[in-house]
């Protein structure tokens, strides 16, 4: 895996007043029903990499959608680069939301455009020259080596490539905070290695601060356990007992925060659903 | 409890006539604030006026030559069949024009609208558009809305020479009249307020069927499934509200413009 071609963020405008880029205090939502998120709270540093863990359906991609406001709360309070956003009006949001970006689950690639009009979206409403466009939009698919997919569409890309141009499309704006929904969900080990690589490529050459939603507790190690190799342009496992400080884990039973610390806290919890999780 | 489904029924009416309010009073906003994304409107132009131009002929030409062969049986008990073009003239520009191409073209384009839209929803693309900080109300739902209240209102006036067209030949092959004596008649019992009360009706229903198109397709839920579910609701709800605007609008035209 190559260097990074992507242009790291020039100043990599912190939160206000270096406080946390995101905080959740006692938030909780419902569909009708009973609450999917019930009183979670916590924070995520400038720098830091978050991975909330848990089963499928305990509302781990409803956490990421409040986070840039996709989705508003029942209660409590969200703040995203210090700015209050639970109730923000929507078209308020948006200057925000620029400031982050997104990867979903299935990728969510427009289908009726290009590659490179996928991963250029950002930069085309932002009325950015064409040639400037090009230039950049071909820089972040060598970020994650797709050079060749620049005129295809997306149907013509399996789920690992579609996955990869999501990534694209979310750096390519270098934002302030990523966020990453199930980005292996549903992709063989091999590709999946591959998507964590960037990840984690993306954490150790940029350190913009991500929260990464999974259910596989092995991408979550592989993340803790590796850092990006510039030199070798590869991530490498970090030496035996050592991990990643700024990554930390927290982790979600129906709807509520059960678990908020590092890998090596998760490892040592006592709380039963944390043990048979990681079980 | 046996009232409770009825209950359940009556709350989600309500709440879809509520959220269906913000959702078109939005829209209607949007029509008049920048940005309008031009490209976009031009190809939704395209796309709903002249993609929609066959069938509005053909039902134009059919609706005009059934009008003329229906009116032309009653006229000739009375001794009058040399009215039918005015008959003819005068229920397409005021009433069949408007209201037929408002409703072939809810049926081609409010449920392409709506399953369009849908599957962006389902597929999560209406998210990711948010989330790269564009509002997907003014970057999808305004062009199409702007585009249908523009290409309904020449697809009317369309249907309308053709609904003419239309009962000029059926007059003329079939039922053996002068044809110059139809256009006169077509021609001179037309009078300005009929004229603009065919106008203005399409500029409502284009906004209505192209709304409920968007508005569908923008709530669905539940997949593919959802997808199909919201097209029907689109095609009915549009082609019901039309007729019903109609008869809201004729009366307050009538008023306006006797």
Request: charge should be negative.
């Amino acid at each position: 895996m190559n260097a990074s071609p992507i242009s790291q963020p020039q100043s990599p405008a912190p939160a206000a007043d270096d406080g946390p880029v995101v905080a959740f205090r006692n938030v909780s939502i419902a569909f009708d029903g009973p609450p999917v998120l019930e009183d979670v709270s916590f924070s995520i540093a400038p720098g830091e990499t978050r991975v909330l863990l848990g089963p499928a359906g305990v509302g781990k991609s409803v956490l990421l959608k409040l986070t840039n406001g996709l989705l508003r709360p029942d209660c409590g309070s969200i703040q995203l680069f210090g700015e209050e956003i639970s109730h923000m009006p929507e078209e308020m949001l948006f200057p925000l939301r620029t400031r982050t970006g997104m990867v979903f689950q299935e990728g969510a690639l427009f289908d009726s455009l290009t590659v490179r009009d996928n991963v250029a979206y950002q930069l085309i409403q932002e009325r950015v020259p064409d040639d400037e466009i090009d230039s950049r939009v071909r820089d972040a698919l060598r970020f994650v080596e797709l050079e060749e997919t620049f005129d295809l569409y997306p149907a013509s890309l399996s789920g690992g490539m579609r996955r990869r141009v999501a990534i694209a499309r979310a750096f390519i704006h270098q934002p302030e905070l990523l966020l990453y929904d199930s980005p292996t969900g549903g992709l063989d080990p091999v590709t999946s290695t591959t998507i964590i690589e960037l990840i984690v490529k993306e954490r150790d050459v940029c350190h913009t601060p991500s929260l990464m939603v999974t259910h596989r507790l092995q991408d979550a190690f592989i993340l803790c356990n590796h850092r990006f190799d510039p030199e070798l342009g590869r991530m490498v496992l970090l030496p035996k007992g050592e991990t990643d400080p700024n990554t930390t884990f927290l982790m979600l039973e129906e709807g509520r925060l059960i678990f908020d610390g590092s890998l090596h806290e998760l490892v040592k919890s006592q709380n039963k659903f944390v043990r048979e999780f990681l079980q | 409890m046996a009232l409770d489904p009825i209950e359940k029924a009556a709350k989600n009416i309500v709440l879809t006539v509520q959220d269906y309010s913000l959702f078109a009073y939005r829209a209607f906003l949007n029509l008049w604030r920048p940005p309008i994304y031009w490209p976009e409107f031009l190809v939704q132009a395209d796309i709903i006026g002249v993609g929609s131009l066959s069938i509005v002929v053909l039902s134009g030409l059919s609706t005009g030559g059934v009008l003329a062969l229906q009116s032309a049986a009653t006229l000739s008990a009375f001794g009058a069949t040399a009215v039918t073009g005015q008959f003819v003239s005068l229920t397409m520009i005021r009433e069949l024009g408007p209201v037929l191409t408002g409703v072939m073209v809810s049926g081609r384009n409010a449920s392409s609208m709506a399953s369009e839209l849908g599957s962006m929803v389902v597929t999560e693309q209406i998210d990711a558009m948010r989330a790269l900080g564009v509002d997907p109300m003014r970057k999808l739902v305004t062009p199409r809305i702007f585009s249908t209240i523009v290409m309904l209102f020449f697809l009317t006036i369309v249907a309308d020479a053709c609904g003419i067209l239309g009962g000029a030949a059926v007059t003329v092959f079939m039922n053996h009249q002068n044809g110059t004596q139809y256009l006169d008649m077509a021609w001179e019992h037309l009078h300005y307020p009929d004229i603009v009360q065919g106008l203005v009706k399409p500029l409502f229903f284009g906004y209505i069927l192209s709304s409920i198109g968007c508005f569908y397709g923008m709530r669905t839920s539940g997949g593919t499934e959802g997808v199909g579910r919201a097209t029907i609701q689109a095609v009915v709800s549009a082609s019901v509200l039309i007729i019903f605007v109609d008869f809201l609008l004729t009366q307050v035209l009538l008023r306006l413009l006797p």
